[in-house]
């Protein structure tokens, strides 16, 4: 977002990756950008490692907006349908295939998005190999060991996160306890059985696991286990021949 033309001419990227957030509520404390907010800031510190090691990766700005379908109650809480977010990618793909660039990672930091069928289209299509990670799916070990509930929605370690990156914008003074109703039919909630959550009927003030034993230290040591884990994959796939499955 930042490189000028004259250096990626100078120095052109063969991977680009697109952070991919959601604006949301993020239970009373935290910004309605915090996954804007890390998936920009993972993706350009694990680019800036990725760089230092020899790869040649390019950040694009940071789509804002994902699926909060079942939120629209909550004030400001912005929704990309799926039909949308497949326009986007489509577009995206396709303008870096005619630059030559075939490499793409989306970088999501939201739980409601969901990419498998749009890249599995959009890679037919365009035929530029797109990986996605969910940052938060990776070094489950790590995330296990620093944080005992981590919580899945503005709990434990998303506020820990924050508190490393930008810590003006977190109140926890005002954070809930992230508790959840209780289902009334709870055959829904066995495995292989899937409905999304009413989210406000369910989470009463939006976050999804307790949030208040969340500290700093917690949230840059995760940061740099997930920024060094990205990097790795972006270093892998710049250097990558085609022909190395799965880059066919």
């Not at 990672?105 to 409601?112: D, E, F, M, T, Y």
Request: aromatic share 6%; glycine share 8%.
């Amino acid at each position: 977002m930042e490189a000028n033309y004259r250096q990626l001419l100078d120095r052109r990227p063969n991977v680009a990756v697109l952070p991919w957030g959601a604006t949301e509520a993020h239970n009373y404390h935290l910004p309605h950008g915090t996954d804007v907010i890390e998936a920009a800031t993972l993706a350009e510190a694990a680019a800036d490692a990725a760089v230092e090691r020899g790869a040649r990766p390019v950040v694009l700005p940071v789509i804002p907006f994902g699926n909060n379908a079942q939120q629209q109650d909550q004030v400001a809480t912005i929704h990309f349908s799926t039909a949308t977010s497949l326009a986007l990618l489509r577009d995206v793909a396709t303008s870096l295939a005619r630059q030559g660039i075939d490499r793409l990672v989306i970088l999501n930091s939201h739980g409601g998005n969901d990419f498998k069928p749009l890249v599995r289209d959009v890679a037919l299509e365009t035929g530029v190999f797109i990986v996605v990670i969910d940052f938060w799916r990776m070094r489950p070990d790590v995330l296990a060991r620093i944080f005992a509930e981590p919580g899945d929605h503005a709990g434990a370690m998303e506020t820990a996160l924050l508190l490393h990156i930008c810590p003006d914008l977190v109140v926890v003074p005002q954070a809930g306890p992230g508790s959840a109703n209780a289902w009334k039919l709870g055959r829904l909630k066995q495995a292989g059985v899937w409905t999304p959550r009413p989210w406000s009927h369910v989470h009463p003030d939006t976050g999804s696991g307790d949030p208040r034993s969340a500290t700093a230290e917690q949230g840059r040591e995760y940061f740099a286990t997930i920024v060094a884990a990205v990097a790795d994959v972006l270093v892998e796939l710049s250097a990558a021949e085609k022909g190395a499955v799965p880059y066919v």
